[in-house]
């Protein structure tokens, strides 16, 4: 490692967050399946116990696993029963990317995963537990992620009372990590970091990690029990990884791994790599998601960084390993817009938009040709220094400076490449050492080097204390008889939308400008409702319910979610005065005034320009919610109906634009009638906390990938085209595990809750589309609303 890298990961350890956790990991291991890469041990020692011990291991994976049973923790000599990963690919009819946990007798203890884990970004806390004398059988074995035990499976076989593990941790053959035995060999693909193993011992999750304000982290294993054959392998010997450092001596051999697989990406310190999830199906990505290898002369293989920036100076490096013929051309450079893969797209161009140096030498931004650079080849080191304060780029060639690019749009940013006929580039975006020292003040792309969210796990204000989800049950109890009170949120409510997920009841949305047991369905065109056992309170952690059945029938199931809005004002921003509970770290204001049948204004108190705006009428019928999107400016569609903006209707429905202190209203009905009451809630995007955008379908389950910046707690999708589809909402408390598919379909009559769909991945960093369904995925733009539950920067893997 080269000093400028120590002194980039002690600097980072310091700032950005990097005091967040109580214990940092310094290295992890990168395995690459096509060098077989593994470590592996053959035990002297009887172990302590066959009947209890305990596996651990993080893990970062990178979705391009060789086989259907890959061990990324152990197999024990011929077998591959141990400890197993996932099925990359779907065979023996199971889902693909499953974890399946095995026993080592004849009758085969199972534990086979219904959820699926496929996100890249981040980093996975994986643990099992064998404790086959304990006297439930479901509890013999048990798997945890990221602090949590899973129980829902789609294979489970309880092992025996007292049952051994045979062959575990034995003399009679290899402990493998990495590989899978048998005449097939089969590699993992991806990063391993404190792989644990405790022989004798059934810990608990808390003895290897801890929940700090929502985020799993880990905890320091120097202290516990590791018995005969345990071990603990840290991976800070980079000219020996599998160095046992539990004392035990338990030293492994390695086999196709190299001093240059030690890491410095780990779980507390999670560097970028390509996003196989928003790479082209002709990209060949390898060695942990850095190497990219563009196979097709038809199609440009675009790549994009796991990690993007809107602010800050960042550096990384391109090495060119392969240029086939004239006809290749490796691209690098940033893009401002991940594309879809098609022909003739690449790195800078002006659907993507960005800077992009070609390997001519030709440099193109936006589309157009700028200058022109020397040209580079087979073993050159493109340097690429992002400057997005100063909206400017500028590239070197084996460390000297070709030239800088200026006037850069003021947008998100991803470390981009292209690859095209053969040719083959290595990323390092600070992960290993730069072959180069970079330019003062830049970093290495990594969390520990973002800036602090203003709302996060190590922020003054937590995501869950200005927006959250709970789930709850009714009781049917009234008002008079006591009630029922859902305390579950750590804020005072502004707004609160209430479903009931087993009948076609619609969803009522309280406000605190409107004050308790008022409401507005969200998913029809009711006018306000007043029922006094509907809402009757806000609370400081929540609010109290009477009997209505919209919101507390005994026995049913409940989604709630609220947000965080302010102090309620009066605002004279605009030509019309209007009452404003504004929220403006969050970007959430809720509006209300009194119609005039004038075209005017209305202020809404956010000091930035709103991305989405949802007008109602109030005392009318038939008067559904009216909703505005910056993506679409000059049209509007219905939040309660199936329309699309393809009605030609609605491009007349915006008289002018929303500016940072005011909306627009027109004289129709819908939004500002003579003397008649009027809501709006505005939301405006904010940075690891929101997301407000349209993303362009590709009608495959391959779906496209969404970059939010944040792992998403509640998301809600539209398409921009077809009339016949609905809002489509979904969420991780409802789905706490992937894939999502527990929604419901906002419309004039109300759903109930459906499971019909695979619709989404939600991931650390982001969304992935897994559905062809027209409802996320069919043709054509789709609306998205995100909101987080931690910022990337924190998030783990899901």
């Given at each position: 490692m080269?000093?400028?890298?120590k ?10 967050g990097?005091d967040?956790?109580?214990?940092t990991i310094?290295?992890s ?5 096509a060098d ?7 035990f002297s020692?009887t172990?302590?116990?066959?009947t ?5 291991v ?19 000599g011929?077998?591959?029963?141990a400890?197993?990963f996932v099925?990359p ?13 095995t026993g080592m ?5 199972t534990?086979?995963?219904?959820s ?9 806390h994986f643990?099992?537990v064998?404790d ?8 013999r ?8 035990r ?8 309880n ?6 593990l ?5 003399t009679?053959g290899a ?7 048998g ?7 991806g990063?391993?970091a404190e792989?644990?193993?405790l022989?004798?011992t059934?810990a ?8 700090k304000n ?15 054959n345990?071990f603990?392998?840290d991976?800070?010997?980079?000219a020996?990884l599998g160095?046992?450092v539990s004392?035990n ?30 790479s082209?199906?002709r990209t060949?990505?390898?060695?942990g998601n850095?190497?990219?290898f ?10 994009y960084?796991t990690?993007?920036?809107?602010s800050?100076k960042w550096y ?6 392969a240029?086939?013929?004239a006809a ?9 817009i991940i ?5 003739g797209k690449?790195?800078?161009?002006s659907?993507?938009?960005g800077?992009?140096y ?7 931004k936006?589309?157009?040709s700028?200058?022109t650079?020397?040209t580079?080849?087979?073993?050159d080191?493109?340097?690429?220094a992002?400057d997005v ?7 070197y ?7 800088t ?10 470390m981009?490449n ?5 040719s083959?580039t ?14 003062t003040?830049?970093?290495a792309l990594?969390?520990a080097n973002l ?11 937590k995501?869950?204390?200005?927006f959250d989800?709970?789930l709850?049950?009714?009781?049917g109890?009234a008002?008079?008889?006591g009630g029922?009170t859902i305390?579950?949120?750590?804020f ?6 209430i479903k009931?997920?087993?009948?076609s009841?619609?969803?009522?949305m309280?406000?605190?400008?409107r004050?308790?047991?008022k ?5 029809g ?5 007043t029922?006094t056992?509907s809402l009757?309170s806000?609370t ?8 209505s ?10 989604f709630s979610?609220a ?8 605002n004279t921003d605009g ?6 509970s504004?929220?403006?770290?969050t970007?959430?204001?809720?509006i ?5 049948g004038?075209?005017?204004?209305i ?5 930035v320009?709103?991305d989405?705006i949802?007008y109602k ?5 038939d008067s559904?919610h ?6 679409d ?11 699309g903006t ?10 002018a ?18 003397g008649i009451a009027?809501?709006a ?7 690891n906390f ?16 969404i970059y939010c910046?944040f792992?998403?707690?509640w998301?809600?999708?539209k398409?921009?085209n077809l009339?016949s589809?609905n809002w489509l909402?979904?969420?991780?408390e ?8 527990h929604?419901?379909l906002i419309?004039q009559?109300?759903q109930?809750?459906?499971t019909a ?5 939600i991931?650390s960093?982001g969304?992935k ?5 027209t ?5 054509g733009?789709y ?5 987080a539950?931690?910022?990337f920067?924190?998030?783990?893997a899901?």
């Amino acid at each position: 490692m080269s000093n400028f890298t120590k002194l980039m990961q002690q600097a980072a350890a310091g700032v950005g967050g990097g005091d967040f956790y109580p214990y940092t990991i310094d290295y992890s291991c990168r395995f690459n399946n096509a060098d077989n890469a593994y470590l592996a041990k053959t035990f002297s020692t009887t172990p302590t116990s066959r009947t209890t011990c305990t596996d651990s291991v993080w893990v970062k994976l990178t979705g391009k696993g060789n086989g259907y049973n890959v061990n990324f923790l152990l197999g024990t000599g011929g077998n591959w029963e141990a400890l197993s990963f996932v099925e990359p690919t779907n065979t023996n009819g199971w889902r693909a990317d499953q974890i399946r946990s095995t026993g080592m007798t004849s009758t085969q203890p199972t534990l086979r995963t219904t959820s699926v884990y496929r996100d890249y970004g981040g980093w996975f806390h994986f643990m099992r537990v064998w404790d086959s004398t304990n006297a439930t059988a479901a509890d013999r074995h048990r798997l945890y992620i990221n602090g949590v035990r899973l129980t829902d499976f789609d294979e489970q076989v309880n092992a025996s009372l007292n049952q051994q593990l045979v062959e575990w941790l034995s003399t009679s053959g290899a402990t493998n990590i990495g590989i899978s035995g048998g005449s097939t060999v089969q590699s993992f693909d991806g990063y391993m970091a404190e792989v644990v193993v405790l022989d004798g011992t059934a810990a608990s999750p808390t003895d290897l990690g801890e929940l700090k304000n929502g985020v799993w982290v880990p905890k320091n294993p120097s202290g516990l029990s590791f018995g005969n054959n345990g071990f603990y392998l840290d991976f800070s010997n980079s000219a020996a990884l599998g160095t046992d450092v539990s004392g035990n001596g338990n030293n492994f051999t390695s086999s196709g791994l190299t001093s240059s697989d030690q890491m410095i990406d780990t779980p507390t310190n999670n560097f970028a790599t390509l996003n196989s999830l928003a790479s082209s199906v002709r990209t060949t990505l390898s060695d942990g998601n850095l190497v990219s290898f563009g196979n097709n002369s038809i199609e440009d293989s675009v790549d994009y960084s796991t990690i993007a920036v809107t602010s800050g100076k960042w550096y990384w490096e391109e090495k060119i390993n392969a240029i086939s013929s004239a006809a290749s051309y490796p691209c690098v450079g940033v893009a401002r817009i991940i594309q879809q893969p098609s022909n003739g797209k690449y790195t800078g161009d002006s659907s993507g938009g960005g800077v992009g140096y070609f390997r001519t030498g030709a440099v193109h931004k936006e589309g157009s040709s700028v200058a022109t650079y020397a040209t580079f080849t087979t073993n050159d080191v493109i340097g690429v220094a992002l400057d997005v304060d100063n909206l400017e780029i500028k590239f070197y060639k084996n460390g000297t400076l070709q030239g800088t690019v200026t006037g850069l749009t003021s947008s998100i940013y991803y470390m981009s490449n292209t690859n095209y006929y053969n040719s083959q580039t290595t990323s390092n975006f600070g992960q290993s050492s730069f072959a180069y020292t970079p330019p003062t003040g830049f970093e290495a792309l990594s969390t520990a080097n973002l800036p602090e969210p203003t709302i996060g796990p190590n922020s003054t204000t937590k995501t869950d204390e200005v927006f959250d989800v709970v789930l709850y049950t009714g009781n049917g109890t009234a008002i008079g008889s006591g009630g029922k009170t859902i305390s579950d949120y750590n804020f005072q409510p502004d707004m609160v939308w209430i479903k009931d997920r087993s009948s076609s009841t619609q969803g009522p949305m309280f406000t605190v400008t409107r004050g308790p047991t008022k409401y507005v369905n969200v998913d029809g065109g009711n006018y306000e409702v007043t029922d006094t056992e509907s809402l009757t309170s806000f609370t400081s952690t929540g609010f109290t319910l009477g009997s209505s059945s919209n919101v507390n029938a005994n026995g049913n199931s409940y989604f709630s979610c609220a947000w965080k809005g302010g102090t309620e004002v009066s605002n004279t921003d605009g030509s019309i005065t209007s009452n404003v509970s504004a929220n403006t770290d969050t970007g959430i204001s809720i509006i209300e005034w009194t119609g005039t049948g004038t075209a005017g204004t209305i202020g809404h108190g956010l000091g930035v320009v709103p991305d989405f705006i949802d007008y109602k009428r109030l005392p009318s019928a038939d008067s559904g919610h009216l909703t505005w999107l910056s993506s679409d400016p000059t049209s509007m569609l219905y939040l309660s109906y199936t329309d699309g903006t393809a009605s030609a209707r609605y491009t007349n429905y915006m008289n002018a634009q929303p500016t940072t202190s005011t909306i627009p209203v027109t004289t129709l009905y819908e939004i500002n009638a003579s003397g008649i009451a009027y809501q709006a809630m505005c939301f405006a995007e904010k940075e690891n906390f929101s997301k407000i955008t349209k993303y362009t379908s590709n009608a495959s389950t391959d779906g496209p990938f969404i970059y939010c910046g944040f792992l998403p707690k509640w998301v809600l999708i539209k398409s921009a085209n077809l009339n016949s589809t609905n809002w489509l909402l979904l969420d991780v408390e409802r789905d706490t595990y992937n894939v999502a598919d527990h929604t419901w379909l906002i419309s004039q009559l109300g759903q109930a809750e459906s499971t019909a769909n695979d619709f989404i991945d939600i991931l650390s960093n982001g969304i992935k589309v897994r559905s062809t369904n027209t409802q996320v995925n069919s043709s054509g733009g789709y609306y998205l609303i995100a909101f987080a539950e931690n910022p990337f920067k924190y998030a783990n893997a899901r």
